[in-house]
Antibody, heavy 121, light 107 residues
Framework: QVQLQESGPGLLKPSETLSLTCSVS????????WAWIRQPAGKGLEWIGH???????NYNPSLRSRVTMSLDTSKNQFSLKMSSVTAADTAVYYC???????????????WGQGTLVTVSS | DIQMTQSPSSLSASVGDRVTITCRAS??????LVWFQQKPGKDPKRLIY???RLQSGVPSRFSGSGAGTEFTLTISSLQPEDFATYYC?????????FGQGTDLEIK
């Protein structure tokens, strides 16, 4: 069973850049899509985007201008950067496995525990 | 974007009840739908994928059905551990979108 673990700063000031990493163990990042999702306190889930091994990405249009995802196969991890953060970006950020060779069976079957990012001056 | 309308937003039920949660897609998504259960402070747990396939290890009282634009998650006989928030996710086209969630509470 693949395991995911998010890491990164938990407190940012407005206008700073959010930078999170998701480390994958128990499996390879190769040949899978990997996703980021966020959840403000007490609210629902929002899909941020996903990245494939090739570097192909798709981002939520609502965040596209501020989001960059990358993947490092040598470290078996992938990353999220979000620029110009505001208080509205305060949320728990999750990484998750999206699509792989198993097709539907791999869709969002594994998630990290989530990391809280707070944006405050 | 495909909009996922989930209903009800909250539901009070008793242990042993049968409950149904619905997600409607604003356009056809085939069977590209996943159902999750989330408990406070925890990451979402996948219950159903491909609209109707039960995740390994998930009790058989959970079932999913539907295709196209209308989907349902049914819990046949509620157990105390089932009180949680449930979400659907469509992954047919970018951006993927979640339903607003259903809070299942103890009556």
């Amino acid at each position: 069973q693949v395991q995911l673990q998010e890491s990164g700063p938990g407190l940012l000031k407005p206008s700073e850049t959010l930078s999170l990493t998701c480390s994958v163990s128990g499996g390879s990042v190769i040949s899978y899509y990997w996703a980021w999702i966020r959840q403000p306190a007490g609210k629902g889930l929002e899909w941020i985007g996903h990245i494939f091994t090739s570097g192909n990405t798709n981002y939520n249009p609502s965040l596209r201008s501020r989001v960059t995802m990358s993947l490092d196969t040598s470290k078996n991890q992938f990353s999220l950067k979000m620029s110009s953060v505001t208080a509205a970006d305060t949320a728990v950020y999750y990484c998750a496995r999206d699509l792989g060779p198993g097709g539907h069976s791999t869709r969002y079957d594994s998630w990290g525990q989530g990391t809280l990012v707070t944006v405050s001056s | 974007d495909i909009q996922m309308t989930q209903s009800p937003s909250s539901l009070s039920a008793s242990v042993g009840d049968r409950v149904t949660i619905t997600c409607r897609a604003s356009q056809g998504i085939g069977i590209d739908l996943v159902w999750f259960q989330q408990k406070p402070g925890k990451d979402p747990k996948r219950l159903i994928y491909a609209a109707s396939r039960l995740q390994s290890g998930v009790p058989s009282r959970f079932s999913g059905s539907g295709a196209g634009t209308e989907f349902t998650l049914t819990i046949s006989s509620l157990q105390p551990e089932d009180f949680a928030t449930y979400y659907c996710l469509q992954h047919n086209s970018d951006p993927y979108t979640f339903g607003q969630g259903t809070d299942l509470e103890i009556k």
